[in-house]
């Protein structure tokens, strides 16, 4: 370890985390290209062509070029996976449309209680569980 400085080992660490972290973004700059439904098949080839070829220099003027549009993708692309797992949820939970997001089993109790309370008939209970259950 004596012919081997601490500084050089810095300096090591340093390159060898710039170098994982240019292969992060050369990654990134390939899936944002597969991605991206503006490019046609022939930009999207020569954007994959020009970053396999000089791939330092590909993906920096992709980056530069093209930078504020991959935000925008990732952004749209969380808000996408977002709002399907809501709606995912929202479906395994049972819950009915858009209408205050009650569950079948919170609407059956309420009109129970409805009708224990005398504010509906049975023939009203009846004919709102089954529109509920249906």
């Avoid at 109790?109 to 049975?122: E, Q, V």
């Amino acid at each position: 370890m004596d012919d081997y400085p601490l500084l050089d080992l810095f300096l090591t660490m340093l390159w060898f985390f710039l170098w994982i972290m240019w292969l992060f973004l050369l990654f990134k700059v390939i899936t944002d290209i597969f991605r991206d439904d503006s490019l046609n098949g022939w930009g999207k080839a020569g954007w994959l062509i020009f970053c396999i070829l000089l791939p330092y220099l590909g993906v920096l003027v992709y980056v530069i070029a093209r930078g504020k549009s991959m935000g925008r993708r990732d952004i749209a692309q969380a808000k996408e996976s977002e709002a399907a797992f809501q709606e995912y949820i929202r479906k395994t939970a049972g819950t009915q449309g858009g209408g205050g997001g009650a569950s079948a089993t919170d609407e059956l109790a309420r009109l129970a209680d409805l009708k224990n309370k005398g504010a509906i008939t049975a023939e009203e209970f009846e004919k709102a569980k089954a529109k509920v259950l249906s």
